[in-house]
Each structure stands twice: as structure tokens, then as C-alpha cells.
């Protein structure tokens, strides 16, 4: 695959893109961006803040990762999203920068797909093979390991663990831990 970069994108001089990415028209790229090789950015993609996106991404319209995370108590620290490799992000989906409160990082590993319009809140650690349905919001500091399924319009509630290999049914209100296997 040859790498593309539409004329008319922002990309801040700083921002590190590796070899044979496609980014498409729209895009904004800031400073302190890194895209791994053979990552995809459809139209309007925003890449704000402190982001490391992995490799052979495909990232869809008008997502944004790196926005700074929705917690009153965030003061303006560096921060970071760091997204792993192989991960189809699809339109409209949110992830936010780590909060001082736990390390300051939210981390997606590899393989996820994160269907439109799903949020990742700030401090949030997803594992590798999850799927995220359209519209599933998991609030602060929620952590979804490996091979995990949230169906369409969840939510599940700020500190709670999805485990292993677990299953979340549509229109869910997760308010308490989800084991593996359930």
C-alpha cells in the first residue's frame, strides 16, 4: 500500500507519520501525534492532544481521539491515548485522553472494533479482540479485557471491570463488575 495524504489536511509540523498512511481529506493532526505504518484516516478524522496510534489502523469519519478528558477535576496535564494495532474505529466514535487520576493514559489494544458513535471516556483500558457496539458509552476508568462484547446502546457506569470473553447485552445499564465468561 502507498501512503496518501490528502492537500487539504492540518498536519502540526511535529505530528510523526510513518510510512504508507492514508489519510484522507479534513483531517487534523496535531503536535504530538504519532500514526503507525499502514494506518487508514477516512475524512474529518481529528487527532488532538497526546496520541500514539498504532499500526494498520482504519480509522472512519469524524471520529475524534485525544480530546481532553470530561472530568471537572482535569487541570490541563499531559496526558495520552495510546491505540494499538489493527483496530477499526468507525464513525462518530470518541476517545479521550487519561486524567490524573489513575496513570494518565487511555489505553485500546489490538484487533478492537469500536462501532459509530461509541464513547471511550477518559482512563479506560481495553484489552485486544473486543467489540464495541454503535453507541455504547463506557464511562472514566472502565476496563474491558480481551475478547469482550458490548452490544448497541449500552452504558456502563465509571470503575467497572467487563472481564474476558464476557457479553453485554444491548441497551445495558452495567452498573457493577461483569465477570469473565457472563
Known amino acids: ?9 492540518s498536519i502540526h509540523p511535529r505530528a510523526e507519520i510513518d510510512d504508507d498512511v492514508e489519510i484522507g481529506p479534513f483531517c487534523v493532526i ?3 501525534v504519532k500514526i503507525g505504518r499502514g494506518t487508514r484516516l477516512e475524512n474529518h ?3 488532538m492532544g497526546n496520541v500514539a496510534i498504532g499500526e494498520e489502523n482504519h480509522i472512519y469519519p469524524n471520529v475524534v481521539i485525544g480530546g481532553e478528558p470530561q472530568d471537572i477535576s482535569y487541570r490541563g496535564t499531559d496526558t495520552q491515548v495510546i491505540l494499538g494495532d489493527h483496530n477499526v474505529i468507525r464513525e462518530g466514535v470518541t476517545i479521550n485522553r487519561g486524567s490524573e487520576k489513575e496513570d494518565g493514559i487511555t489505553a485500546v489494544g489490538d484487533h478492537n472494533f469500536l462501532m459509530a458513535c461509541s464513547h471511550v471516556a ?3 483500558k481495553l484489552g485486544s479482540h473486543i467489540v464495541i457496539a454503535n453507541a455504547t458509552l463506557l464511562g472514566g476508568h472502565v ?3 480481551d475478547y469482550a462484547s458490548l452490544s448497541g446502546g449500552a452504558a456502563v ?4 471491570s467487563i472481564g474476558s470473553f464476557s457479553f453485554v447485552a444491548g441497551l445495558a445499564r452495567v452498573l457493577h463488575d461483569v465477570p469473565p465468561f457472563m
Open 143 to 145: 476496563h474491558v479485557h
Open 1 to 9: 500500500m502507498a501512503g496518501f495524504i490528502a492537500e487539504n489536511v
Open 30 to 32: 496535531g503536535p504530538n
Open 157 to 160: 457506569h465509571h470503575f467497572t
Open 122 to 124: 477518559h482512563d479506560c
Open 45 to 47: 478524522v481529528t487527532l
